[in-house]
């Protein structure tokens, strides 16, 4: 599966943007799709992902009630809102997959940088 990540941007703080993640390749049945992010001088994290086959969602505690991933089977393609946006959300995000029941991450798309600024 190839990953195409967009949507990055500098946006102000409280501002919104809407991540996109387009998969091609075949189809992600049985996969997880996550976004996760790694900032300057931290580890990568997971902020959050989504069962494609189920829509079971996970978000990390620090973009919960701000951040909603979704996906549009049609499109095969995840989506990350992100609203309330706070300069700590400063990072750069990745799309990545991994087969359902897998601890990691194992592909991988492009990074799109998100900037907050205060």
């Known amino acids: 599966v190839q990953l195409q990540a967009s949507g990055g941007g500098l946006v102000q703080a409280g501002g919104s943007l809407r991540l996109s993640c387009a998969a091609s390749?075949?189809?992600?049945?049985?996969?997880?799709v996550g976004w996760l992010r790694q900032a300057p001088g931290k580890e990568r994290e997971v902020v959050a992902s989504?069962?494609?086959?189920?829509?079971?969602?996970y978000y990390a505690d620090s973009v919960k009630g701000r951040f909603t991933i979704a996906k549009a089977s049609a499109k095969n393609t995840v989506y990350l809102q992100m609203n309330s946006l706070k300069p700590e959300d400063t990072a750069v995000y990745y799309c990545?997959?991994?087969?359902?029941?897998?601890?990691?991450?194992?592909?991988w798309g492009q990074g799109t940088q998100v900037t907050v600024s205060s």
């Open positions: 990545a997959t991994k087969f359902r029941g897998e601890a990691s991450y194992n592909n």
């Open positions: 390749g075949r189809t992600l049945s049985y996969y997880v």
């Open positions: 989504i069962l494609w086959s189920g829509g079971n969602t």
